[in-house]
């Protein structure tokens, strides 16, 4: 019997956590859209009163950041430093493509990222701050739905991953 | 870095990997790289045209000109307005396309068409013809003119250099090719006592070595008739100029530059061609003072 109370406690910790971290993702998610305008509007700023290279603006940028969008600032500087030949496009594809599997981004917030970098760095000044603002626009968008979707869906992950365990546990028994 | 390394980290991969194979030997001696949309990729080694069996493609015209702005077009629009990037190691990167203008004035150049690579050498010793007429009774105002192509920029940083191991001198490098500065430091050789503002326009920068270096000679590139009074300013500090100028005739390069006022100033005015090899004097002209010592010189090259 104290094995049974042991194993069902186990299943309903174990089945909380995922419900746990099936709801943070949400969180995760309107956190790092947050993160990716605030890092476009310092992009915006480096770009339009310093005119700073696209390798230094990236890196400054991704020290303002404290998740996991930090390291898809800071791949791309890394990228446009150390490889010769590489335009900003493919160093911040690279960069997005690389950092993907630590985002819980969707895949049209990810299209949107990706067609950001299809201007970057290319143009005056004028259409990088057009750029940037429409990008900004769109995650704006993105992140009114994924604030909604976390209201409705992170206490439901939670409170499966709970009612998913008693349930098993209940079956065990 | 090696010259080959300089241009080749500037190119698109696709183009890279064709030059890749090319000698450092022949880099030294390569002049252009020249990338024509639609066309065969050239070069121009020892003054002979060579053409690479490769088209450039429009891709690769936009490629090459993210990579010399180091992704950061926006960062160098006043370059691309005036025609050209200068890269690491003074190399220029000449832009054409179809402009756009505004009021009268160039504000952009967009739909890139080609782009020229023009590869900076420094050859010591290539001034040596020349420094008798600067040097010529103490320091003489001189005036270098030829086309493009015959070594201007490469004798005036010999030039430098070797005044530079004498002599306060200040060099106004509005394009970085003359010094080609990097963090403050120069890539080549220009002597001891030599001052650069580089990326400047030769009118403020001229103001600014006189106000801040005290500067015994100032050197400066391609002068045009709106830096005639800049030069009419330092001259009349005591400074004494070194400048070149395009053309290929002394008499209309002097009109065309209005220095008809400051001509007597220059003890000499020297003019070069490529006909037997970049750097070939053609013609030496002496005014104000040496006057009457007015003469041709017989042809010779470095």
Known sequence: MVTKLIGSAIVVLATTKIGYDAGSAYTRRVQELRAFQSGLWALKSEITFCQTMLAEALLKVSTLISTNVKAVF?????NLTKQNGITAKEAWDSALTSCNKELSLKAEELAILHSFGGMLGNSDISGQITNIELTIENLKSCESEAVSAEKKSKKLCRSLGVIAGIFLAILFI | MTTKRQILENLPLEISKILENILESTFEKMQEIRLRMGRQLMLCVDGDIKTLPHIVTREEIEKCLQIISGCSVYAFLEEIKNGFITINGGHRIGICGRAVVQNGVVTNIKSISGINIRIAHQIKGCANKIMPYILDKGIGNTLII?????GKTTIIRDVARQLGERFKVSVIDERGEICAMSAGEPQYDIGEMTDVIDLCPKSIGIELMLRSMSPEVIITDEIADCDIS???RALSCGVKIIATAHGDNIENTLKRLKTEDL??????????SNRKGAGTIEEVKHYGYKTNRQRNCSVSNY
Do not use: D, R, W
């Open chain 2, 230 to 232: 800049s030069l009419k």
């Open chain 2, 263 to 272: 001509i007597n100033e220059f003890s000499s005015v020297i003019l070069l």
């Open chain 2, 146 to 150: 030829s086309p493009p192509q015959c």
């Open chain 1, 74 to 78: 800071c791949t791309a500087s890394e």
